[in-house]
T-cell receptor
Framework: AQTVTQSQPEMSVQEAETVTLSCTYDTSESDYYLFWYKQPPSRQMILVIRQEAYKQQNATENRFSVNFQKAAKSFSLKISDSQLGDAAMYFC????????????FGAGTRLTVKP | EPEVTQTPSHQVTQMGQEVILRCVPISNHLYFYWYRQILGQKVEFLVSFYNNEISEKSEIFDDQFSVERPDGSNFTLKIRSTKLEDSAMYFCASNPSTGANNSPLHFGNGTRLTVT
């Protein structure tokens, strides 16, 4: 079974600085998709960024980018120019390309942004 | 942009009572899901639903749980006899049709269930 591990329960960053959140996963599949979701205090689950495993190029969405290392099964999220509104729980998630049934989440990393 | 909507936003119930959590998925989506998040813990998969039947369920989804799509728009999660440990945030999600596994799940805002 696929597992997703986020080894940093909490992270802190100064406003305007850069922070990297770690995620590793375990799978025997070669084709899959990876996601980062943000959960602010409102408890919504908001998609931040996605990555297809067959793509070598790292995904980028404005201030958010990933470092996808397929061989190492690592999928870290980099937030540049951190803003106060970035403060939230961040969940890494894995989804099989073959099974449309579910998405597996990591335990989450709580990000605090200091003004 | 279309959204997944969930009602109520907060439900308080007594232990042993039945609750029904309601969701309206995005209208052209075909896959529906329920997830649970106990306070401070990870988001856990409960069940997926496709073509009017359960396609997969986790070990959490025992006989106390059931899902239904009673009409063309609603997707409900019923907990028959609630326990204290059922207190959690319950998220409904939906997804377009096959071949779109790279598309993210679209989550609702969740229903906070408190069992007293």
């Amino acid at each position: 079974a696929q597992t997703v591990t986020q080894s940093q329960p909490e992270m802190s960053v100064q406003e305007a600085e850069t922070v990297t959140l770690s995620c590793t996963y375990d799978t025997s599949e070669s084709d899959y998709y990876l996601f980062w979701y943000k959960q602010p205090p409102s408890r919504q689950m908001i998609l931040v960024i996605r990555q297809e495993a067959y793509k070598q190029q790292n995904a980028t969405e404005n201030r958010f980018s990933v470092n996808f290392q397929k061989a190492a099964k690592s999928f870290s999220l980099k937030i540049s120019d951190s803003q106060l509104g970035d403060a939230a729980m961040y969940f890494c998630a894995y989804r099989s390309a073959w099974n449309n049934n579910d998405m597996r989440f990591g335990a989450g990393t709580r990000l605090t942004v200091k003004p | 942009e279309p959204e997944v909507t969930q009602t109520p936003s907060h439900q308080v119930t007594q232990m042993g009572q039945e609750v029904i959590l309601r969701c309206v998925p995005i209208s052209n989506h075909l896959y529906f899901y329920w997830y649970r998040q106990i306070l401070g813990q990870k988001v856990e998969f409960l069940v997926s639903f496709y073509n009017n039947e359960i396609s997969e369920k986790s070990e959490i989804f025992d006989d106390q749980f059931s899902v239904e799509r009673p009409d063309g728009s609603n997707f409900t999660l019923k907990i028959r006899s609630t326990k204290l440990e059922d207190s959690a945030m319950y998220f409904c999600a939906s997804n377009p049709s096959t071949g779109a596994n790279n598309s993210p799940l679209h989550f609702g805002n969740g229903t906070r269930l408190t069992v007293t």
